[in-house]
């Protein structure tokens, strides 16, 4: 007996050195399972395909467990690093990166071609984090306008791509670790008021004619229904059709008989709610939820400045990522390019968000034994 007790303790210790936080685990691992599910169907099952998103998957996930192992002292250290090399490839993609649908977003090395842009999700909540740690909180003014300038960077760089929608995701990730470091509400309302001119500046200034056509779009697609307006329309007609239960899966008319774009990336939300009806949309919606709320109990646990905010900034931004997408595919929102997380077929996105978990993982297990 007290040999299978010793077996027990090893193996756990075991378990305990890959630094993996398994409620947060498992909740991806559901979370990713179904999106294999619906990307074989939105793909017209497309086996190829289904077995590239395992290998970047798997990729990712060994990302994941990379990003697990660092004690969050080393990603103290590497942020500033990491942030520059994120500036210079941004740099570097404004005057030699690769030009497709239009914009200019990729930097191809020959080995590997990826959006420097992804990098900066990452970069931006660490560097914040970074920077605001070294002052007690609530910081003062002059912090505050030097984190708004770290975010502010990287995302207007974005924003010539042009590619408004993860600038915008950039924003948000720095914004919300100004949020959990205590800003004073003062500011907050100041800032309020600022928003409506900000918006107008944006508006006649910052945004292409392709962008203005996506917000008018938004407030009302019927005004341009074989054109801006189709994607909106489409997509809630395939998620209005599925009714409560679905039609099944593989079963999907508006996404097999190609009525709907985009169907495998930015809008695959329409397929499974096509397919797998109300239900299937509150079962993905609780698989999120629990992961935002396992993300919010590592914040909450944190033991020190760096790893709160950056927790916090983290979780925020996936959380902002998840709204996005669902709002701009029910219509909620306009339509801005941002794939559903862990979902949507793609790399890169997956990727950095992958590591991101990983330092979520980092942040709850390296936690130290306090003195009392």
């Not at 294999?36 to 190829?48: E, I, K, M, P, R």
């Not at 930097?107 to 992804?118: A, K, M, N, T, Y």
Request: proline share 5%; net charge positive; glycine share 10%.
């Amino acid at each position: 007996m007290i040999l299978l007790d010793a077996q027990h303790a090893s193996r756990r210790s075991q378990v305990q050195r890959l630094h993996i936080d398994w409620p947060l685990l498992t909740g991806l691992l559901l979370l990713v399972g179904s999106g294999l599910l619906v990307l074989y169907s939105a793909s017209g099952g497309n086996l190829d395909m289904v077995l590239r998103q395992l290998t970047r998957l798997g990729i990712a996930f060994a990302l994941l467990l990379v990003f697990a192992q660092m004690p969050p002292e080393v990603l103290r250290r590497w942020a500033p690093l990491l942030f520059g090399l994120g500036l210079v490839l941004l740099l570097a993609v404004l005057t030699m990166g690769d030009v497709g649908k239009g914009a200019q977003r990729w930097l191809d090395l020959g080995v590997v071609r990826f959006q420097p842009s992804e990098m900066m999700k990452i970069a931006v909540p660490l560097m914040v984090a970074w920077y605001l740690a070294e002052t007690p909180l609530p910081p003062p003014l002059r912090r505050i306008l030097v984190g708004v300038a770290i975010f502010a960077i990287p995302a207007l760089l974005i924003a010539r791509q042009p590619d408004l929608g993860t600038a915008l995701l950039i924003i948000s990730a720095g914004t919300f670790v100004l949020l959990f470091a205590g800003l004073p509400w003062r500011l907050l309302s100041f800032t309020a008021l600022l928003a409506i001119p900000a918006m107008l500046t944006l508006w006649h200034f910052g945004m292409h004619d392709y962008q203005r056509r996506r917000v008018l779009t938004f407030i009302n697609p019927e005004n341009d229904p074989l054109g801006a307006g189709y994607h909106i329309i489409q997509s809630t007609i395939a998620i209005g059709s599925g009714g409560l239960y679905g039609k099944g899966w593989l079963n999907g008319t508006q996404s097999h008989l190609e009525f709907l774009p985009e169907r495998h990336t930015d809008f695959i939300f329409a397929v499974l709610g096509e397919e797998f009806g109300l239900l299937g949309i509150l079962l993905l919606l609780a698989l999120y939820l629990f992961i935002i709320l396992r993300c919010l109990y590592i914040t909450s646990r944190a033991q020190d400045t760096f790893t709160r905010l950056l927790a916090g900034g983290l979780t925020m931004t996936f959380l902002v990522y998840v709204f996005v997408n669902i709002g701009m595919v029910t219509g909620l929102l306009p339509v801005v390019g941002v794939p559903l997380p862990l979902v949507s077929y793609g790399g890169t996105s997956m990727v950095t968000l992958m590591a991101s978990f990983g330092m979520l993982m980092s942040i709850h297990t390296h936690r130290k034994l306090l003195k009392t």
